[in-house]
């Protein structure tokens, strides 16, 4: 398995809830490790959701989440494994 980089990053993301009709978009940063910087592979990640989720103190099933931006801050070697 070829390894890949990991970085420290700020993630600017938006999230609304599912249930809304209107929904109404609000904003949150979260930072974390991460193996990619590309958004669309991000987006697609469970587990970065996960996070994101958390640092917007919701529930996973009550809202969608959306990846704006990344910010590197630093990088923090490489890895085999998922983290």
């Not at 109404?24 to 987006?43: N, P, V, Y």
């Not at 529930?59 to 801050?73: A, S």
């Amino acid at each position: 398995m070829a390894k890949r980089p990991i970085w420290r990053a700020k993630i600017i993301f938006k999230y609304a809830a599912k249930k809304a009709i209107n929904k109404r978009w609000k904003e949150g940063s979260c930072i974390t490790f991460i193996t990619s910087q590309d958004i669309k592979e991000l987006s697609e990640d469970e587990i970065i959701k996960s996070r994101l989720v958390k640092c917007a103190k919701k529930k996973k099933e009550e809202v969608d989440v959306v990846i704006k931006q990344i910010q590197i801050i630093s990088r923090h070697g490489e890895t085999t494994d998922r983290f």
